[in-house]
């Protein structure tokens, strides 16, 4: 006979046993067992072989070590004790997604799991998964914001920085490489006699452009602005500011031409438009609109760019004079092009053969000057009254001027005149005069008339390798930081 007939001797009233469905979550489970203590089970009584043999499975392998007990039973404290001892032995992932048949209940609403319930979720009716503190955040916000990303990250700049490292000294390595090859091409070549002046001049020429053609220029430490001024006229400036510009050009630098001549000659020089309509020089000075909206792109040579000058240059001295703020106007203009990210490496200012206002708003706007000189006597005795007013500017207006770069131009080695003057230039400035010097020549005089540098006229010219060598030494100074 069966206990639930001992008990209530009905033996029809024994509630009717069914198989446990096997997609069922386990509360089926914990109804059986209220069942049968509602029936009033003896204590002792073995259980109903019947209901044992419909136990699912997983139960069996559940690492809970108590027994439930009816519900009519208060559980003591050892069987608290016992249960979360069991909860703490049990596998994470069983408690945490409640597999099915574990005997472990996920929801704080199961009366029949026998575990302790947090009473800050009582009467929540969140689902399956959100209860006994199971986390509900996503689990991609927790990896995003795990430190070991951050240190992953970290981990990968540093490898990026490390990588920039490594090409910076491969490049390095590599321009090495390229002016040893050159150095021994050129030492290659044969020397002619002292009698054979022709030949020793060819050969000269043939070890120069070996050397200079195709060498990539360093870039500087830092822009650079330089002021081509000399208030003698006939020197040299527009012709030196226009060719050192392309020649640093097409070595792979940035190079901006602003042409503060009421002339407009670099602009001729370059091949831009320089009409009265077109926006220039004189609309940044006087109308305050941005230099880069005036600056144009030079057809000829890559990544050099110029601010033209119009005729209406030629009255802005008067016009600025009642301006506010007249002497920084070029200056300002230049800082604000590069706040906005200008990527200009060196920016070359041409100023009239004058010391007016436009010379002066280049002295303030530039931290450098560079001074072309003829070698004849007339350019000595303007260079003198040139320095006086360089002093008077650094002193009032420009504290950071100083004459970083002179180059001696239409240069005569037949004549003794022109190796007094350069003699003399190099005994006062031995540091700022380079060791260039350029020639006469008539290619250097025939590019502008079609509306090209010497670089791109003749590269083979005298003039173009005089300049060449001359732009190389003004970058060699600037990524030395030798200004």
């Given amino acids: 006979m069966l206990a639930s007939e001992v008990v209530l001797g009905q033996p029809d009233a024994r509630p009717e046993v069914t198989p446990a469905?096997?997609?069922?979550?386990?509360?089926?489970?914990?109804?059986?067992?209220?069942?049968?203590?509602?029936?009033?089970?003896?204590?002792g009584v073995q259980p109903?072989?019947?209901?044992?043999?419909?136990?699912?499975?997983?139960?069996?392998?559940?690492?809970?070590?108590?027994?439930?007990?009816?519900?009519?039973?208060?559980?003591?404290?050892?069987?608290?004790?016992?249960?979360?001892?069991?909860?703490?032995?049990?596998?994470?992932?069983?408690v945490e997604t409640g597999v099915q048949g574990s005997g472990l209940a996920t929801s704080v609403d199961d009366p029949g799991s026998g575990l302790p319930v947090d009473p800050t979720h009582e009467g929540d009716s969140e689902a399956p998964g959100d209860a006994q503190g199971v986390a509900s955040a996503p689990v991609d916000n927790t990896v995003d914001d795990s430190p070991e990303k951050a240190s992953v990250e970290q981990e990968m700049m540093a490898n990026e920085a490390g990588d920039n490292a490594v090409d910076e000294a491969r490049r390095a390595s590599d321009l090495r490489a390229d002016h040893a090859d050159r150095e021994a091409l050129a030492a290659a070549i044969p020397t002619a006699g002292q009698d054979t002046p022709l030949a020793m001049e060819l050969a000269e020429n043939a070890r120069r452009r070996i050397q200079l053609?195709?060498?990539?220029?360093?870039?500087?430490?830092?822009?650079?602005?330089?002021?081509?001024?000399?208030?003698?006229?006939?020197?040299?400036?527009?012709?030196?500011?226009?060719?050192?510009?392309?020649?640093?050009?097409?070595s792979g630098l940035k190079a901006l031409v602003i042409d503060l001549d009421p002339q407009g000659n670099a602009?001729?020089?370059?091949?831009?438009?320089?009409?009265?309509?077109?926006?220039?020089?004189?609309?940044?000075?006087?109308?305050?609109?941005?230099?880069?909206?005036?600056?144009?792109?030079?057809?000829?040579?890559?990544?050099?760019?110029?601010?033209?000058?119009t005729i209406d240059l030629a009255g802005a001295e008067i016009e600025l004079v009642s301006l506010v703020a007249r002497e920084s106007r070029l200056q300002k203009a230049i800082a604000a092009a590069g706040e906005s990210g200008h990527e200009f490496d060196y920016i070359l200012i041409d100023c009239p053969p004058s010391l007016g206002l436009l010379t002066v708003n280049a002295m303030v706007a530039a931290s450098e000057v560079f001074i072309p000189i003829q070698c004849e006597y007339y350019a000595l005795e303007g260079l003198?009254?040139?320095?006086?007013?360089?002093?008077?500017?650094?002193?009032?207006?420009?504290?950071?001027?100083?004459?970083?770069?002179?180059?001696l131009t239409?240069?005569?080695?037949?004549?003794?005149?022109?190796?007094?003057?350069?003699?003399?230039?190099?005994?006062?400035?031995?540091k700022e005069v380079l060791r260039t010097t350029v020639p006469r020549s008539v290619r250097v005089s025939e590019?502008?008339?079609?509306?090209?540098?010497?670089?791109?006229?003749?590269?083979?010219?005298?003039?173009?390798?005089?300049?060449?060598?001359?732009?190389?030494?003004?970058?060699?100074?600037?990524?030395?930081?030798?200004?």
């Fill in 21 to 43: 469905d096997p997609s069922d979550d386990g509360s089926s489970d914990a109804e059986s067992r209220d069942t049968a203590g509602w029936a009033g089970e003896a204590p």
């Fill in 48 to 94: 109903d072989p019947i209901e044992s043999a419909h136990q699912p499975s997983m139960e069996a392998e559940a690492s809970a070590p108590q027994e439930r007990m009816p519900a009519s039973d208060e559980a003591g404290p050892d069987d608290a004790v016992d249960a979360e001892r069991a909860v703490g032995d049990a596998d994470p992932e069983v």
């Fill in 384 to 407: 003198s009254q040139l320095l006086k007013n360089i002093d008077l500017v650094r002193r009032h207006l420009n504290p950071t001027l100083h004459v970083s770069t002179i180059l």
């Fill in 410 to 430: 239409m240069y005569d080695g037949r004549t003794r005149l022109s190796a007094q003057v350069a003699d003399e230039v190099r005994e006062h400035f031995p």
């Fill in 267 to 309: 602009s001729t020089a370059l091949g831009i438009d320089h009409h009265a309509e077109v926006p220039s020089i004189y609309d940044v000075l006087v109308d305050g609109t941005p230099l880069l909206d005036v600056v144009q792109r030079c057809t000829t040579v890559e990544n050099l760019y110029c601010a033209p000058a």
């Fill in 447 to 483: 590019a502008p008339s079609f509306g090209e540098t010497v670089m791109t006229y003749d590269p083979a010219s005298s003039g173009a390798l005089a300049y060449l060598e001359a732009a190389g030494e003004i970058a060699d100074r600037g990524a030395a930081g030798r200004t």
């Fill in 213 to 250: 053609t195709g060498r990539p220029f360093p870039k500087p430490v830092a822009p650079r602005v330089l002021t081509v001024a000399n208030q003698k006229g006939g020197v040299g400036k527009t012709t030196t500011t226009v060719n050192v510009a392309a020649a640093l050009a097409q």
